[in-house]
């Protein structure tokens, strides 16, 4: 089980392709993980902007809109788990082409 990896790409915790990545400091990224599960403090979340964690060998994607609702999706598929894992900054390249786009 992984609470996410990566580290700070730039001052406002993203990539080069617009994804926030895992910050090495817990109390300032909105998503954990503990024994219990995955814990989402939305106060902490920017709109419109991509967190990520992976968790029971599946991703998890959050992001906050515009209303303030919290959208998640999981990913599941073993092989796009393990793509995205491998280089989390390619990610959105990596479920577009799995959807096709």
Aim: one cysteine or more.
């Amino acid at each position: 089980m992984s609470g996410g990896d990566g580290g700070d790409d730039d001052d406002d915790n993203r990539d080069s392709s617009g994804l926030v990545v895992i910050n090495q400091n817990p109390g300032e990224y909105p998503i954990s993980i503990n024994e219990e599960g995955i814990k989402i403090n939305k106060d902490r979340m920017e709109q419109e902007k991509l967190y990520y964690c992976f968790y029971e060998d599946k991703a998890y994607l959050f992001f906050k809109d515009d209303f303030e609702s919290l959208n998640c999706y999981e990913i599941e598929d073993p092989a796009v788990v393990a793509e995205v894992k491998a280089d989390p900054a390619k990610m959105e390249q990596v479920l577009k082409r799995r959807a096709g786009m």
